[in-house]
């Protein structure tokens, strides 16, 4: 496998830069009123936040002021992974937290929201129109018998009515859950019936690259679908009336009542969020209220370091949780950008257009749309004025570092590149931004805060600068407090720790560094092993997709009953390119010349598309098991792919593999 390259930074912050960050500020702080380190910049800050881990999580909660209406008794009563306590005794409530700003008097009337459409047009909300919306809609769900601990769900795109409806049912206990409406019935049924909402609130349809998508039939299937409803609100968002026994948004939304926030203990359910399980039904995974206050607080606030000058824009649905960690952006009194659209509608320079209408500071997309972006040889900081972007966060897939390369080169020079990993099950990042560190091409810059991330061997013995497992040896306040329907934990375990026993292990390869910075090379359960040298998936694709030929590929490595190793290469090719003997020696000779002559495939075969999750990640592991024969209905949970079409190719192939 390819090792980080030890070479000069690509970005470095300047004095300025360094001494106005939040982080820095916060370390300063921290070093007189709880102990940390003066000195030694980041590097000294991570240790101790976590060698003292309930020391550094009081600090985050005293800097940004979290309001406990009951105080805590400890930071962290029991270390135990699963099954850590947070913050005992203590109460609060998530979206007070959220609309707090509305109560300054000179940042009211400001915008909390910017939502943003095809057309390109801004719809502000203000702080105090948000915290009035809100208001409203949580006196009403209190009216319709919704208590702490009910389960509210959205079918919804990102627009306000989403934000209100999630804040409002935060306000009240509730606990949230949504799904974006490009999401079949069957797909949502799989998630929501999991956790039997007792009201949905609904869109009658969407529009998305152009067109106008009518979803009345789909929220009719999931109405009569859905038992436990007690209600379903109308927003019509293509202008049609509220079918039979449907509630109006408008109705809900139009009253002036100031909020009531429900106070709930810390680990009192906020959210469940959904994995894009394999087999089964999506696990769904629950995070606490105080849990996700005070990770988003650190890694928004601290991390991304945001603030009420800033204005955050993540292309984000409502399906994946990226979605929650924008709302976040509230926390920290920043302007959230909401875009309801298409990646690429006109064209592949919509997310850049939107950047500069709204005059986004943080602009967070996916190493996908980067890519693409480079291969259709955009020049955003040429025909954009982008200038008020600080930074450009990558996730979904590590950065390859010709990704690096052109968001410096088309960007800025002085762009903080920060490619994030992490993940829906602690909605949050375990390394990325670090506004006071250096960037290297293809590197994550650092392990995040209370973050105790390692590179582990199968014997469990951490490593520095070789390739392992990366698992988190500590607890972190977002990890799941439970799946749903998951009485006596056992999935929650078999998820996350039954490698490596009361240590989570992610499922992905890393590098960590000697300077302490991180490299993703993918998914550790469909890592390529060959003859004995690993190599990430991600090694292949940065490589292989460098060809203007190639747009998109997917490699997989099957171990045979004979103890050999069949590993094909599936590539998608650009408009008027044809897999003939040139192109496959072509691609055969790239691997052999930049990776390793052990990872060159033992076939290519051209597919039509490349099949994706619905968050954008290459579908490795089914295709892996359908590639050994699985029964499909055991290799793919239908609900969390792109493009079912495109998978009985992979089956077919095994068949005949097979004879």
Request: aromatic share 10%; proline share 8%.
């Amino acid at each position: 496998m390819t090792s980080p390259v030890h070479d000069a930074p690509l970005w470095q912050p300047g004095p300025d830069r360094v001494a106005t960050a939040a982080v820095t500020r916060f370390q300063s702080w921290a070093a007189q009123r709880y102990g940390a380190p003066a000195e030694g910049g980041y590097p000294a800050l991570h240790r101790w936040s976590v060698d003292e881990l309930d020391t550094f999580w009081r600090a985050v909660a005293d800097w940004f002021d979290v309001r406990f209406s009951t105080p805590y008794e400890s930071a962290l009563a029991t270390r135990a992974m699963p099954g850590a306590t947070w913050f005992p005794g203590a109460t609060l409530n998530y979206a007070e937290h959220a609309l707090r700003t509305a109560e300054d008097p000179a940042r009211a009337e400001t915008p909390a929201l910017l939502h943003v459409d095809e057309t390109h047009t801004q719809v502000p909300v203000s702080w105090s129109g948000l915290r009035r919306q809100v208001g409203s809609l949580a006196a009403e769900l209190r009216a319709l018998g919704v208590r702490p601990g009910d389960r509210v769900s959205g079918y919804l795109p990102n627009v306000p009515q989403a934000v209100v409806a999630f804040l409002a049912t935060a306000a009240v206990g509730g606990v949230w859950t949504s799904c974006a409406p490009d999401f079949g019935a069957r797909s949502v049924l799989d998630r929501f019936q999991q956790i039997e909402p007792v009201v949905l609130f609904a869109v009658d349809g969407y529009r998305y690259g152009g067109k106008e998508h009518d979803r009345t039939a789909t929220v009719a299937e999931l109405r009569a679908e859905l038992p436990t409803l007690r209600a379903v609100v109308h927003i019509p968002l293509l202008g049609t009336d509220a079918p039979e026994g449907a509630l109006s948004w408008a109705a809900l939304t139009s009253t002036d009542t100031e909020p009531v926030f429900e106070q709930v203990p810390f680990d009192h359910p906020l959210w469940v969020l959904y994995s894009s399980g394999t087999t089964g039904l999506p696990k769904a995974i629950v995070q606490s209220q105080g849990g996700i206050l005070l990770e988003h607080f650190k890694q928004i606030g601290l991390h991304c370091d945001l603030g009420p000058e800033d204005r955050f824009f993540w292309y984000t649905s409502t399906g994946w949780m990226m979605w929650n960690f924008l709302v976040s952006g509230l926390l920290t009194g920043t302007t959230v950008v909401l875009y309801d659209g298409s990646p690429g509608h006109p064209d592949v320079s919509a997310q850049w257009r939107v950047a500069e209408q709204t005059g986004a500071t943080f602009f967070g997309t996916s190493a996908a749309y980067v890519m693409a972006c480079r291969k259709a040889d955009v020049h955003p900081g040429r025909d954009f004025d982008l200038s008020r972007v600080q930074c450009v966060a990558t996730t979904g897939s590590p950065l390859p570092p010709d990704g690096f390369r052109w968001l410096h080169d088309e960007v800025a020079d002085d762009l903080w590149i920060a490619s994030v990993s992490g993940g829906t099950d602690v909605c949050s990042c375990f390394a990325g931004a670090v506004p006071t560190l250096p960037v290297h091409i293809g590197e994550l810059q650092a392990a995040c805060l209370g973050t105790d991330l390692q590179s582990w061997d199968p014997a469990g013995r951490p490593l520095i600068d070789e390739v392992g497992e990366l698992v988190v040896t500590a607890p972190m306040p977002s990890m799941p407090i439970h799946f749903w329907n998951d009485p006596d934990g056992r999935r929650y375990h078999d998820s996350y720790f039954d490698t490596y026993p009361g240590v989570w292990r992610h499922g992905d390869w890393i590098t960590v560094t000697d300077r302490g910075s991180v490299v993703i090379h993918g998914r550790s359960d469909s890592t390529l092993n060959r003859q004995g040298v690993r190599m990430g998936s991600a090694d292949i694709y940065e490589a292989v997709e460098r060809l203007p030929e190639i747009r998109e590929s997917l490699v997989i490595g099957i171990e045979e009953p004979d103890g050999g190793y069949w590993m094909p290469l599936f590539v998608h090719l650009a408009d008027g390119a044809a897999l003939d003997d040139g192109l496959r020696s072509a691609i055969k000779r790239t691997i052999r010349e930049n990776l390793s002559p052990r990872h060159v495939p033992d076939e290519v075969i051209e597919v039509p598309a490349i099949p994706h999750t619905l968050t954008g990640k290459r579908l490795e592991v089914p295709v892996k098991r359908l590639l050994q024969g699985t029964d499909p209905a055991k290799a793919v949970n239908p609900g969390s792919v792109d493009n079912l079409a495109l998978l009985p190719f992979y089956v077919e192939l095994a068949r005949s593999r097979r004879g």
